[in-house]
């Protein structure tokens, strides 16, 4: 038996607006509006307004907070400030990737877990798994929608809605109480599409409003919603990692070329012996970016052979800035140095690639590798 | 939506007879589902290709489907413009972006497609 999909406070407006929904982690959402290539071109030349309602949001709150979460992720969450946010994964006592999130320090000891939706559960069982008496862990997943406003536009459209000057949020900080069209929000500079700007947590009841807002404030510099196919492209193009494609509990935090949100120095943390042991026994296996000939696409689980070894791919994409068929996968040690050849089997053909430095795309540029 | 003149197969490819010849495409409606196509994997000229049976593929940015001959025979011209330009096949999927043209083995096999009132029903989009 499957159970009902949920649904994010904007279910209805997408609907409305015509969008294509898929089921994704258990969530009935939109995978595009317009069209994919056409929300991607948005992001990267004007803005797209995605909604990523079903993440999920742990608070972590009481005087242990902040040893109790430094205990849990790879990065040095004693680095972060209030009002800043860190991007880490969270492993098992084998380095297995079981989420990345960004951790919000929302005060001295209250922080936000923002996690993916497909592991909300999985990452909620482990946390109060691992828990002390002393800290208190609140899945506000529920209560708060979340709104990702992105593309170089995104600031010009969100400063017309409120009169604190968000320019003045750095990347990766973020403003709690923000009043952005009437309601408070959390105004986060923060994304997943590789351009400039912003998260908007939203108590789940006025993200209609906002949602709407935001549109009609944005309309004359065309901006669109977007769906998660456009964010997916996206983040491939960034060279950003997903979570369940590019790294899962059988891969480590190394091996996906997130060593630096690996923090060996600070204190002990789950995983951090196979880390270390990992780090000196050297890695046998990494994820590399790639590009091929043609134009056929290489997907998730599809062969690499690469100096006589085999690999997987797995992530991959034709994508519309970079304009060629890109992807990541595992190659072996011998294969990871930018320009080496590689091959993708394609439906029973091999196709030519070249390894490929990431990110495939950067703000301002237009290239691939 | 869909033209009269052609013949539907229910995997959504159109064959349109062309004096002794065939040509052949994929429909609106396919072409609207797969929603920006990227990638189309067309045989050569003077393959053999056999009704019903996967002739090539396409791929959109999240999917990749097979192509369905709608009637058997040799492929004698296939669209070299759909390897650069595979977009026209959601603009233009019934004119500019035709696959192939096919000398055919058995017409008769046309006879077994859908005209376009049945496939239009067919696609749950009742009388066009």
């Known amino acids: 038996m499957s159970e009902a999909l949920k649904r994010t406070p904007l279910h209805r407006l997408h609907t409305a607006a015509g969008a294509r929904m898929v089921p994704f982690a258990g969530w009935d959402m939109p995978v595009q509006y317009a069209g994919i290539i056409q929300e991607h071109v948005a992001v990267r030349t004007r803005a797209g307004l995605f909604d990523v309602s079903h993440m999920g949001e742990i608070r972590v709150i009481g005087p242990a907070a902040m040893a109790f979460v430094q205990r849990l992720v790879t990065n040095d969450v004693s680095r972060l400030a209030v009002t800043q946010a860190l991007y880490t994964p969270m492993c098992t006592p084998d380095a297995g990737v079981i989420d990345d999130l960004l951790v919000y320090r929302l005060a001295e000891a209250d922080l936000m877990l923002v996690v993916n939706a497909a592991n909300t559960a999985e990452d909620l069982a482990w946390i109060r798994d691992h828990a002390s008496p002393d800290v208190r862990i609140v899945d506000r997943s529920d209560e708060i929608a979340l709104l990702a406003l992105q593309g170089p536009r995104a600031l010009g459209i969100l400063q017309r809605l409120t009169a604190t000057p968000v320019g003045d949020i750095r990347y990766y900080w973020f403003r709690p109480d923000v009043e952005v069209a009437g309601r408070t929000v959390i105004v986060s500079r923060t994304g997943y599409t590789g351009e400039d700007g912003f998260e908007l947590y939203a108590p789940a009841e006025a993200a209609p409003h906002l949602w709407e807002a935001l549109l009609e404030a944005g309309r004359a510099d065309g901006l669109i919603p977007a769906g998660l196919g456009a964010r997916d492209t996206l983040r491939l193009e960034a060279g950003l990692l997903l979570h369940g494609a590019d790294m899962d509990k059988t891969t480590t935090p190394l091996e996906v070329g997130l060593g630096w949100t690996v923090k060996l120095d600070k204190d002990t943390f789950v995983g951090v012996d196979a880390l270390r042991r990992q780090k000196t026994d050297g890695l046998a296996r990494r994820l590399v970016g790639f590009v091929l000939e043609g134009r056929s696409i290489a997907r998730h689980g599809f062969p690499i052979r690469c100096d006589g070894a085999d690999g997987r791919v797995t992530s991959g994409s034709f994508t519309p800035t970079v304009e060629k068929s890109i992807g990541l996968g595992f190659v072996p040690p011998a294969c990871v140095a930018p320009g080496r050849p590689l091959s993708v089997e394609i439906r029973g053909r091999a196709v030519p690639g070249t390894v490929v430095k990431l990110p495939f795309y950067r703000r301002g540029q237009k290239s691939a590798g | ?128």
């Open chain 2, 1 to 128: 939506m869909y033209p009269k003149e052609l013949r539907y197969s229910k995997e959504h490819e159109w064959a349109k007879l062309e004096g002794s010849r065939v040509r052949v495409g994929i429909t609106k409606f396919a072409a609207d589902r797969l929603s920006d196509i990227v990638y189309v994997e067309l045989p050569s000229v003077g393959a053999e290709i056999k009704f019903m049976e996967p002739f090539g593929v396409v791929e959109s940015v999240k999917a990749v489907s097979d192509l369905y001959a709608p009637v058997s025979g040799k492929v004698v011209e296939t669209n070299a413009g759909l390897a650069d330009k595979p977009e026209v096949l959601n603009t233009d999927p019934y004119d500019a972006a035709w696959m192939l043209v096919v000398e055919p083995s058995n017409p008769a096999e046309l006879e077994q497609l859908l005209d376009a009132n049945a496939y239009a029903a067919h696609v749950g989009e009742g009388q066009s």
